[in-house]
């Protein structure tokens, strides 16, 4: 086949402004690329009362990958609704988060399980609401496949690996993760492995990032460090994610989230998407592409204006 067909959801908030921003760089490349809306997102679950319709799913099924905005997640539970990129990634067994932090000096990349952990899904509660119970899933077939994905990332990279982790306290679940991890990288002698407790990478973090290279974690641990990572580099106007699994299908995201506060006003940062669409471009294979608009995008400030952020990073994309 030649060219590729891509899904965009801009989902809701800044998504509508920053997916579309997204794309007008992908156009600007010249690639053979097609392009498909679909709807997702709280915006869709108001209207259709689905926030993933049928629908979305049959195009995205039908395309090669999908670059989503951003969906609103409500504080509370919502009957009915449950956040659409957290569907995606189960639908399409997305497993790996792929996460790089990249400014001031740090060049790292966070690779966080995606499927299990804290967002088993199995939540409930008892004693007429006084206690809530969650059931935290550590398998050793997620353990071994997210830390054998971060391994080929950091063969890629440095050569380092820190394998996150809490198995001080929780030596069932995190003890399963760590005792898998540490099994799996036994088979990478060229990798340089380490472990940390996820509390002490915080801080280490926080203290010198510079020395990290690639960490592999669990989900919610995952969750929290990338943002962390994204605030010593600049914040979240940066930050961009893959969601991959073993298939061609995956889904491209800003860690950040659809910001209501700003939405609608023109704003919004466009990197963290415009990032996103690179690393799209690495999945589907157009490296140089992809490295051209990684170059031009970390180099173009954010003027405060979307449109004029975009305008700057297109006219600044060396021709091929
Ligand atoms: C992210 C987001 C999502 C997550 C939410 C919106 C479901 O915070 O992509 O990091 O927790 O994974
Ligand atoms: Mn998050």
Same mark, same amino acid.
């Given at each position: 086949?030649?060219?590729?067909?891509?899904?965009?959801?801009?989902?809701?908030?800044?998504?509508?402004?920053?997916?579309?921003?997204?794309?007008?760089?992908?156009?600007?490349?010249?690639?053979?690329?097609?392009?498909?809306?679909?709807?997702?997102?709280?915006?869709?679950?108001?209207?259709?009362?689905?926030?993933?319709?049928?629908?979305?799913?049959?195009?995205?099924?039908?395309?090669?990958?999908?670059?989503?905005?951003?969906?609103?997640?409500?504080?509370?539970?919502?009957?009915?609704?449950?956040?659409?990129?957290?569907?995606?990634?189960?639908?399409?067994?997305?497993?790996?988060?792929?996460?790089?932090?990249?400014?001031?000096?740090?060049?790292?990349?966070?690779?966080?399980?995606?499927?299990?952990?804290? $967002?088993?899904?199995?939540?409930?509660? &008892?004693?007429?609401?006084? !206690? @809530?119970? #969650?059931?935290? +899933?550590?398998? %050793? /077939?997620?353990?071994?496949?997210?830390?054998?994905?971060?391994?080929?990332?950091?063969?890629?990279?440095?050569?380092?690996?820190?394998?996150?982790?809490?198995?001080?306290?929780?030596?069932?679940?995190?003890?399963?993760?760590?005792?898998?991890?540490?099994?799996?990288?036994?088979? $990478?002698?060229?990798?340089?492995?380490? &472990?940390?407790?996820?509390? !002490? @990478?915080? #801080?280490?973090? +926080?203290?010198? %990032? /510079?020395?990290?290279?690639?960490?592999?974690?669990?989900?919610?641990?995952?969750?929290?460090?990338?943002?962390?990572?994204?605030?010593?580099?600049?914040?979240?106007?940066?930050?961009?994610?893959?969601?991959?699994?073993?298939?061609?299908?995956?889904?491209?995201?800003?860690?950040?989230?659809?910001?209501?506060?700003?939405?609608?006003?023109?704003?919004?940062?466009?990197?963290?998407?415009?990032?996103?669409? %690179?690393?799209?471009?690495?999945?589907?294979?157009?490296?140089?592409?992809?490295?051209?608009?990684?170059?031009?995008?970390?180099?173009?400030?954010?003027?405060?204006?979307?449109?004029?952020?975009?305008?700057?990073?297109?006219?600044?994309?060396?021709?091929?």
């Amino acid at each position: 086949m030649s060219g590729h067909l891509i899904t965009l959801i801009n989902g809701d908030g800044i998504g509508k402004e920053v997916i579309p921003a997204a794309r007008r760089v992908l156009e600007a490349l010249d690639l053979p690329l097609t392009f498909q809306d679909a709807d997702a997102g709280f915006g869709t679950f108001e209207r259709s009362g689905d926030a993933l319709p049928p629908e979305t799913i049959r195009l995205c099924e039908a395309s090669d990958s999908i670059l989503f905005g951003a969906a609103q997640s409500p504080l509370s539970k919502v009957a009915g609704y449950r956040s659409p990129i957290l569907r995606l990634r189960q639908h399409f067994d997305l497993f790996a988060n792929l996460r790089p932090a990249v400014g001031n000096g740090v060049d790292l990349l966070i690779v966080r399980e995606n499927t299990e952990g804290m $967002y088993s899904g199995r939540e409930r509660l &008892e004693d007429g609401g006084a !206690t @809530a119970i #969650l059931e935290r +899933v550590i398998t %050793a /077939r997620a353990s071994e496949r997210i830390t054998r994905a971060a391994c080929e990332q950091a063969q890629r990279r440095r050569r380092k690996l820190t394998i996150v982790h809490k198995a001080n306290v929780l030596k069932e679940t995190c003890g399963l993760f760590r005792q898998t991890a540490l099994m799996v990288t036994s088979a $990478y002698p060229d990798l340089a492995v380490d &472990e940390l407790l996820v509390d !002490t @990478a915080a #801080l280490k973090l +926080v203290q010198d %990032a /510079r020395p990290f290279d690639v960490l592999v974690t669990t989900n919610l641990f995952g969750d929290i460090l990338s943002d962390l990572a994204a605030g010593l580099t600049g914040g979240l106007g940066l930050a961009a994610s893959a969601n991959v699994g073993s298939g061609q299908i995956g889904v491209f995201e800003p860690v950040h989230g659809s910001a209501p506060d700003i939405a609608g006003q023109g704003t919004a940062d466009p990197r963290a998407a415009i990032l996103s669409a %690179a690393l799209l471009l690495d999945h589907l294979g157009y490296a140089d592409q992809a490295a051209r608009v990684r170059a031009v995008t970390y180099a173009t400030p954010h003027t405060g204006s979307t449109a004029a952020t975009t305008a700057g990073i297109i006219a600044a994309l060396p021709t091929a």
